[in-house]
């Protein structure tokens, strides 16, 4: 028998570790899935175009129904897009795993989230569970969602309701495009995206290998370029994103699910459809004092007429309006100025916000108004005892929570920042409005009936 010389010791070694890693990167696309730990998880995102993932708990009767389910799915999705790197099925046991399921923060099974380019889509899988509709679901989120032109006369006379990216490229081959398209895919519900390839592009690229711009709504040509690198996908999402998802949005019956499901208390503004400006003066306002506050908070408007539920929760109506409001989703908070001057009056937006993350807003709720000054304590005289002791007329209120009998009545809401002597008065009473209004839109929220929750009922462990 021939003796294997180094070199050829060495190529072995290496072919297999090549074998091991083409594995490793292929294994969520054999039509089975894959199982995901803290070791594997952000490999498998990372080098998979789409990853679809099943959160689930070995003792949930509804995880061990959906078990074969999504198998047979990822089966039919491999026999579509066998391609390496395309599509992954992953599966999340989080009773081993509990490090990833707090990440995502997971508390009901099973729960199926997307994972595309690497970050987790926001809205979850909540459609039929059925491996004919896993498997639908997955091949819309990969089909192409680029708008394709033969020439810039589509381009020019394009005034659309919603925001455009438009890209102009040589060539549908260049890693600019391909960035493009990866981009496209992650902001597939926030942006329209169109392209214009090759002859009918050169007097937009003016011999570039591409150019990109947004266009804002009901517009046209009042385009915004890209000036980072065409072929960045760190950078250029990061970009379009800024534009393709506003700071101030619209909250409707459609999309509060998905909104809720963010997480973020809502700054929300209430309005007469007709009022565009006040619309505007919010937004302004928002953009003006409360760009630092994007990652900690939804700045939504609502149509008022639609909304009246919430409002009736605030002691408002359609009357009114406009009225802004927050909504931490344990309880609703009316902004305490007149909403005109409030917005137009630097700081006072800004303090409103502030007030709910330092616990002001929930605290005046439950003792009244903050005071502004901390009494000074009695001395021997000022108290008339002779051994110094203060009786319970002379004690100073605390300065952090003043006794609530003294706080004179007031509507939930309407007056909570108003001077003790200048509040409203009010039929109710001091036991019923020392809570705020209960949140109305955590009701909004995706509905966990269906679903087992994070800890096991005991006769199930």
């Known amino acids: 028998m021939e003796t294997p010389n180094s070199l050829t010791i060495l190529f072995s070694r290496s072919t297999c570790i090549f074998i091991a890693m083409m594995c490793l ?7 089975e899935t894959v199982a995901l730990d803290g070791n594997n998880f952000n490999n498998i995102i990372a080098t998979h175009e789409l990853v679809f993932v099943n959160f689930y708990a070995d003792w949930c009767r509804f995880s061990q129904i959906l078990a074969p ?6 089966k039919k999705v491999k026999e579509v897009y066998p391609e390496v790197g395309k599509v992954a099925f992953g599966k999340v046991d989080c009773d081993k795993e509990g490090g990833v399921a707090t990440t995502y923060h997971i508390s009901k099974y099973p729960t199926l989230k997307l994972f595309r380019n690497g970050q987790v889509v926001k809205k979850e899988y909540r459609g039929q569970r059925s491996a004919e509709a896993l498997a639908e679901y997955i091949k ?5 969602t680029i708008q394709q032109h033969d020439n810039m006369d589509q381009i020019d006379e394009m005034q659309d309701k919603k925001r455009n990216m438009i890209g102009y490229f040589s060539d549908k081959e260049t890693d600019s495009y391909k960035t493009f398209r990866r981009v496209a895919m992650q902001l597939r519900e926030d942006c329209v995206f169109h392209a214009v390839i090759g002859a009918p592009s050169e007097g937009e690229r003016g011999g570039s290998e591409a150019k990109l711009v947004f266009r804002p709504p009901n517009t046209r040509r009042e385009d915004i370029q890209y000036v980072g690198e065409t072929h960045n996908f760190d950078f250029m999402v990061q970009w379009m994103q800024e534009r393709c998802v506003p700071l101030v949005r619209e909250i409707t019956f459609e999309n509060a699910e998905e909104l809720t499901e963010e997480g973020l208390p809502f700054l929300i503004l209430f309005h007469k459809v ?3 400006a006040i619309l505007q003066k919010y937004t302004d306002a928002v953009q003006r004092e409360l760009l630092s506050e994007k990652s900690s908070m939804n700045f939504l408007t609502a149509d008022g007429s639609k909304f009246s539920h919430p409002l009736h929760h605030l002691g408002k109506t359609a009357n009114d309006l406009p009225v802004l409001a927050i909504d931490s989703f344990r309880h ?24 709910l993350h330092s616990g002001k807003l929930h605290r005046e709720f439950h003792h009244g108004p903050d005071p502004t000054k901390v009494p000074a304590l009695p001395n021997k005289e000022e108290t008339g005892t002779q051994d110094g002791s203060n009786d319970q007329a002379n004690q100073p209120e605390s300065p952090n929570y003043p006794t609530p009998t003294k706080v004179a009545p007031t509507e939930v809401g309407a007056t909570d920042h108003l001077p003790k002597e200048t509040a409203k008065p009010s039929t109710k009473t001091v036991e019923e409005q020392t809570s705020p209004p209960e949140s109305v839109f955590k009701n909004l ?14 006769d199930e462990l």
């Open 445 to 458: 929220k995706p509905s966990e009936n269906r679903y087992s929750f994070a800890d096991p009922p005991k």
């Open 25 to 31: 990167l292929s294994h969520g696309t054999q039509g």
């Open 332 to 355: 609703m908070y009316l902004f305490p100025h007149d909403i005109h001057e409030g917005l137009e009056t630097q700081g006072l937006l800004k303090q409103f916000v502030s007030d």
């Open 140 to 144: 819309k989120q990969l089909e192409d």
């Open 274 to 276: 007709e009022d565009t």
């Open 69 to 74: 389910v999504f198998a047979d799915a990822a």
